[in-house]
Nanobody, 115 residues
Framework: VQLQASGGGLVQPGGSLRLSCAASGSIFSINTMGWYRQAPGKQRELVATITSGYSRNYADSVKGRFIISRDNSKNTMYLYLQMNSLKPEDTAVYYC????????WGQGTLVTVSS
């Protein structure tokens, strides 16, 4: 399984971004997918997960602001993270993760929230 994350960038506080992650390869082995983030000097933390049955779980810090979703097609699986009302403390490298026969990690995409 290969994961390719994209969509990061610089955004002002209160703004929005949408992250995407494309999974290819043996995607039939994937069940739960998720987004994690790692801020400078901090450990990687869970942001949100979504199961193959579309059950969602969010970190308390992002509840009500972020929405995780997934789109399963025949050959590629997509994972999204809609991030609204962004705060400076959301600044981090965001990683997508796929679990199943893995885990598998994407390469990370940087989100910077700053005025």
């Amino acid at each position: 399984v290969q994961l390719q994350a994209s969509g990061g960038g610089l955004v002002q506080p209160g703004g929005s971004l949408r992250l995407s992650c494309a999974a290819s390869g043996s995607i039939f082995s994937i069940n739960t997918m998720g987004w994690y983030r790692q801020a400078p000097g901090k450990q990687r933390e869970l942001v949100a997960t979504i199961t193959s049955g579309y059950s969602r779980n969010y970190a308390d810090s992002v509840k009500g602001r972020f929405i995780i979703s997934r789109d399963n097609s025949k050959n590629t699986m997509y994972l999204y993270l809609q991030m609204n009302s962004l705060k400076p403390e959301d600044t981090a490298v965001y990683y997508c993760k796929a679990s199943g026969s893995g885990p598998y990690w994407g390469q990370g995409t940087l989100v910077t929230v700053s005025s």
